[in-house]
């Protein structure tokens, strides 16, 4: 397995991607445990790190090998949160001054997005539920930066240069993404239009997010600050602080999103160039 790797590199990466994605299509489509009182589809996740646990031991490598380097975990992680933090405080004051404009309402929530046994949404506010997003996003955030941004760069990397590398990654990473709308489509609860707007939208945001911690870890020579940045995203962003506007919740929340990680991601850039530009001189 190990010599067949190191030849194929892309071959491979794409084998242990569609291995994954298989998992990761079963779940969304069949057990949908994001449609439970647990609210998050983790179980692919567990799998995907249990992929890359097996690819390294047959690459006789280990987790710090692929970014998860030891000493620079705490400072890593607060970093990560930081940067999320400053770019989405502009963020979400955009939001909210376009909706005030518009609605002149606008408020902020804190609760977790759930299911009762029998389907039906609720908003969850307690300890337990904020502990239990926090864990399965952590799970989350380890499978997609060990997967994405670790183990298949350290496949590809010895083939390809850093940049090819990281945007094939940043491709494979949007197609990824595109469990949700396509079970919307299927579901009927979105168009073929739809489907394809998200698709695309997916791709590109999902991708822009997958070059900035491609660059993070390349600047860092850890995956800590993405994780703390990815974590950010997740928890916060998308899962507790919401956005209410006529009684109606994140109606904006893809714009939010969009502003944080394109902010993010310049920030990221022109820190990288820089650093470049001082290794060459």
Known sequence: MEENIKKRPVLSCAIIFMIGGAARLIEYFCIRTDETILSENFIHKVF??????VVLYSLHSTWQSIGFAKGKTVSGITKGLILGAC???????????IL??????????????????????????????LLLCITFNIINVWMEEGLFRGLLMKILTPKLSFTSAALLIAF?????????????????????????????GYIILAGIMSIKWSLLYKMTGALWMGLGDHLFNNVIVTNLLHVISNGEAD????????IGQILSFVLVMLCYRKTIKKENC
């Open 87 to 97: 770019c989405f405080v502009i963020a979400y004051s955009i939001e909210c001054l």
């Open 251 to 258: 109606s904006m929340q893809i714009v939010r999103i969009m």
């Open 48 to 53: 995907g790190i249990i992929i890359s646990a």
């Open 172 to 200: 494979l990473f949007g197609i990824w993404h595109w469990a949700m709308p396509l079970r919307d489509y299927l579901d009927g609860n979105t168009s073929l239009a739809g489907l394809l707007v998200m698709g695309i």
């Open 100 to 129: 005030y404009l518009v609605n002149q309402n606008v408020s902020l929530a804190f609760y977790i997005s759930g299911f009762l046994l029998n389907g039906e949404t609720v908003k969850h506010s307690g300890v337990p539920f």
